[in-house]
């Protein structure tokens, strides 16, 4: 491929050799879908990864032109990185099929594009809206607080908690089984700085939740890394307690809080169907929404668990 000039452009045909779509992508450039005048939908590039994720908190809305026309012929475009065997980005094109304006959509690759990307620019999609269980809950919270729920996790449900963190001054970043005592010490240090703290009923093997290991080389300003799969929470039976995330007009409304979010769901979509999760690891979510709601305040909206006031 690396002797290839120039990038490479494909008119996207579906297998019923349709050339006209409706869209409907999120404006990161994150994922997006196309229909057909014959009611198909097919995912844009490797959209199925994220698509239905996605969907749960926003359907995108179909694609206008401005002309009103929503039916468009699409065209990709595969820009190749110099010097390698992959692409840097994917630009689609698209023209009206009334005015025959064009507008450029930009998708955005979380890994490197690959040669089948090209191969399969689009996939066929049965369903394009499957609803599960999912919950985001968001709130600024103390300190206290954090430890609190961390101690609720830890003690109360007995839950086992691995935690991905940095150790500043080792300038070192670990993924560990730990416990409250360590725990405690890695919130309460700014020795420390954490990513995510995960909790599960039972042992989960390391290996299976990190993406890759660097162990790293022997420069001294070299951080050694380790990444843990972002959404490893949504196919396991996981709760997610992201690191504080600092909003800074949002801390001066709400006094010395910073701003955290919990993540898990007891469904999730795997091959276009909806998989569930185990009995037990629902009745455990529905304790933890359950202690929520009785010790933080809801009166921030929906999904909002925010430290209660002194
Ligand atoms: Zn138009």
Redesign the pocket.
Known sequence: MSMMPGNLIIDIVTEKNETEFQLRFFDDGKAGILHTRTGESYFVLDSSDYWYDLIQSRYPPVKK?????DWFKVRFEYIIREGYDEFRSVFIDIY??????EELVVIDFRHSPTMQLYETPITFCEKPVIKYSLHLLAGYWTTRSLKKIIKHMCCSLDLKAYCWFMDLKERKKYFKLTDYKELRAIVGSSRFSYTAIFFARTEMALNEMIEEIDTGDTQKDCINEVYVKEDIWRTHELIKLGGPIVIASDLAWFGLREYYMVSFCEQFICDGAVVEKSEEFKELTSNVLKWMNSNFSTARGANCYDSKLL
């Open positions: 032109c401005s002309c009103e026309n009206c099929t009334k005015c025959n304006q």
